[in-house]
Structures are given as C-alpha cells and as structure tokens.
C-alpha cells in the first residue's frame, strides 16, 4: 500500500545489531533535540527500514551526528510494496517540495540499496531508468553531487529463504549517515589503558545516547574502572569524572590486562585515554572511594550518571567496611587503620546506587546502568525502583544461554528527600533482585555442566 504525501517524513536504515537498543536510542535522541517520536508503524521487530515523522530536516541531521543504531537518514518521497505501488506513491508526493532538489543547476546521483539480496549492475539500471517519470532536470554526477537519492529494497531478514520480489521498496533522499564509524575509531583494541573490564565502544556511545548526555552537562561514574565510559560523555562535549574502590585500576598501576605486557606502563590511566582522543579537557578527575559510602555532600550535581557496575565475574564485588564489621572467626587487628573489605551483594549495590542518583542528578537526568540477571529466574519485577525515578527503557544483552544484563535507563522525575523514608520504600521491592546475590555462581553453573557434559561424551 503506498504512503500518501506527508509532511517531515523520513525513513531510518538501521544498522542490524543490538537490535533492543535501538529504539530507546532514537526515542532519547529525538527527546534532546526537541522532537517527539511519532511512528509510521505499528512495530519495527528486526527491521533495518524504519518510516519516522520528525518535525524538521534540522532534528533529523542532529539525530544523525549522535545515533550509532542508525546507519543513514532518507527524506522518504515514496514508498509501496511493488514497484507500481512505488510509482504512485512518488507521483502523488508534492511538486514543489521535489523541485529545490531537482533543478537544472543542480547535480545528483541514484544509488541502489538492498537488504538481503544483492542486484546485478544491470537489474540496478534497469531500476534507475523505471524512475524517468520524476521531473530530474540537473545532471548526473557520480563523484560529487549536490543531492544522493535511494531506491532501496527490503527483501526480509531471512538470508536461506530470498524472495524474488522484495517485501518493501523506498524512495527518498539521502539527508546524513550517522556515527557508526565511532565504534571502529575508539575501538578497545586501539586505547591506550584497558581493564579486564572495559566497555565495548558501541555500547558506550548508546549508553551515553540514552543518558541523553549533551555538551557542558556533568557526567558521573561511581564504578569507573578504565574510564571508557567517561570517554565516551566527553566525545559529545560533557564534563566527566568517577570513582572506584580499586586503587591500582585509578592509578594505572599494577598488572597490564593487555596480552603480552606484564605491568601497566607509567602513562597508561584514565587521563591518558582521553588524551588519546584530544579529550582531556573535559577530564574532571578520578576518586578512590567506595560506591557504598559516597564521598560527596548532599545536593544535585549530575546531569547523568552512567556506569557498569562489577557483577562478580571478572571483577569482585567489594566495599570496605570497619573493624566492627569483620565477620565473626576472622582475627581483628584493632591498631590497622586500613578499611576492612567486605563483599557487595549485589542487590544492596544496586540499592545504593538507586538512592545515590536519585539524591544527586539534576531533575530531569538519567541513571543508565547494567543489570545482570540469571534469565531462568528473571522478572520485570526485579529490575530495582525508586520513588523519585522514573523507568524509561530496558534492554537485555545475552551473556550466555543462561545468563544476560539489562541496560536499565531511569529519570529523575521527583526531588529526592528523606533517605531513611526511601530505604524503609525500597526494602521489601528489592527483595525479588536478592537471589541474583549469587550471580557468579548462577554464571559458572552453566560454565561447569557445560563441561561435565563435554568430559562425559568424550570418555564415552
């Protein structure tokens, strides 16, 4: 069925991985630049072709300078489910919005795009041709014109069962490309200081995306670790700093994670990465401090808070803790001032966290953090809650047949008041998370049978 003519519509050519974050992405970027995320279709599922109505041409080129789910941007001038439908559809898209493009002092080119299925060079002419009928008046430049157009065909997602006629054909004019080249140019592979740890730079950039992070605002993370995160915040302007009980991690001290290198070099730490990226003026600076004892005055600070906190597997969970609250059978030693350090379950971690964005973000900021879950036993019920923040997505990544982390965005909608009355709210909601306390040991329950199993059919 062809689209009638309409105002500000566009279609959205997604890029074909971390499909659930995709959509969240769009909706907190549109929401930033003052657009309202008004959809053309009922659902998008795993489609790459997204038909969107945003208000101007200007929020759609911004989208682009920050989306890494979406790989380009059309001016959508047409669109059926055959060539004919198509046809229609761009005769009855107005006149005068195609002519500012099509003058005979302009340049322009065609392309072909095809989703799982590739043309030969004669079936692409042949397509080019089919479209005379539009009222093209300038010339053909292949190398650099004034104005890109695209056909392109949707032929569905199955890749062992191709249909001869595409499911979906558009037309419209190429408008930007988003920012996918990030993820290869702030690559891990390629950064100066890495944990066991750090975060892949995709879903750095789409968490930051989600935290709506934008130029001047104040960025926090209390689980720093190597910093990519924060790297992440300062590529679109924000002022970042953070925090980790792990000394060494803060200092770039220690054991390298990097193959092949024994110790940590004297300038490999969070400051050098940034640096690496022309970034260090937007380096604040790094604490040694515990998440479960925040250092910092009561008041708002952050416009956003973004951090993955440790699950346990590669990383412990810890916080320190006193004299008094070494565990019964362990000696003491009354003349050591060090802190004591004691395991963090993770639900009273998450506990903690909540409490501490919804007492220091801004009204209005964003809590973006991951949730590591034993799917098995997973609930929406257990993702944790606080009365003064709002939940606006949740996203699963797969760890393992068995286990996955959510990509758990908030927003702080109420100012935060009374910390005893919240803790006394929040226990009994955070008692379904406490049997993920145990989170390592669900992980490895998987690792072990996996094993056992592989052990038991090669002796068979």
């Known amino acids: 069925m062809a689209l009638p003519g309409s105002l500000n519509r566009y279609l959205l050519l997604m890029a074909q991985e ?18 309202q995320f008004i959809n053309s279709q009922e659902t998008y599922g795993k489609s790459p072709f997204w038909i969107l109505n945003i ?30 439908e198509l046809y229609t559809s761009l005769k009855s898209y107005p006149v005068e919005k195609m002519v500012p493009f099509l003058h005979s002092d302009s340049t322009y080119k ?29 010339k053909v430049n292949l ?17 062992n069962c191709i249909p001869e006629n595409p499911h979906n054909i558009y037309f419209g004019r190429w408008i930007a490309d988003g920012q996918r080249e990030l993820i290869e140019s702030y690559s ?77 070099g004297p300038d490999e730490n969070i400051k050098a990465n940034l640096r690496q990226y022309g970034l260090e003026k937007f380096y604040l600076d790094v604490l040694v401090s515990d998440a479960a004892k925040p250092s910092w005055r009561k008041g708002a600070y952050f416009d956003a808070i973004i951090t993955d906190p440790p699950y346990g597997i590669r990383e412990s969970t810890r916080r320190s803790g006193s004299q008094k609250e070494i565990p019964k059978g362990i000696e003491k030693c009354p003349e050591s001032h060090v802190p004591v350090s004691l395991s963090y379950h993770l639900s009273d971690m998450f506990f903690d966290l909540l409490n501490f964005a919804a007492e220091t973000l801004v009204l209005g900021g964003r809590l973006v953090y991951w949730l590591p879950v034993y799917t098995p036993e997973y609930t929406e019920e257990m993702v944790p809650w606080h009365p003064c923040l709002r939940l606006v997505s949740n996203c699963e990544q797969k760890l393992s047949s068995h286990t996955a982390r959510r990509l758990i965005t908030m927003e702080k909608v109420k100012e935060f008041e009374n910390r005893d009355e919240y803790s006394h709210l929040l226990s009994d909601h955070f008692l379904p998370y406490q049997g993920h306390n145990s989170f390592r040991e669900k992980y490895f329950s998987g690792v072990t049978k996996r094993i056992a199993k592989e052990e038991k059919c090669s002796h068979e």
């Open 110 to 138: 065609i392309k072909i795009h095809t989703f799982n299925k590739t043309l030969t060079q004669e079936e692409k002419v042949k397509r080019i041709d089919a479209l005379e009928f539009l009222p093209f008046e300038g």
């Open 143 to 159: 190398k650099k014109p004034q104005h890109v157009f695209s056909i392109l065909e949707d032929y569905g997602l199955d890749p």
């Open 188 to 264: 891990v592979k390629k950064r100066h200081f890495i944990g066991n740890t750090s975060m892949d730079a995709g879903l750095s950039f789409i968490m930051t995306n989600h935290a709506k992070v934008k130029e001047n605002d104040l960025v926090f993370d209390p689980f720093v670790g190597t910093g990519g995160l924060l790297i992440a915040s300062a590529h679109f302007g924000a002022y970042v700093c953070g925090t980790d009980i792990d000394y060494n991690t803060v200092h770039g001290l220690g054991k390298a994670s990097r193959k092949n290198q024994k110790w940590r």
């Open 18 to 35: 971390h499909l659930e974050f995709r959509l969240p992405e769009i909706k907190s970027l549109l929401s930033l630049f003052g657009g």
């Open 55 to 84: 208000p101007s041409e200007d929020i759609a080129r911004n989208l682009m300078k920050r989306t890494v789910c979406a790989k380009s941007i059309f001016e959508l001038w047409g669109h059926g489910k055959s060539p004919e």
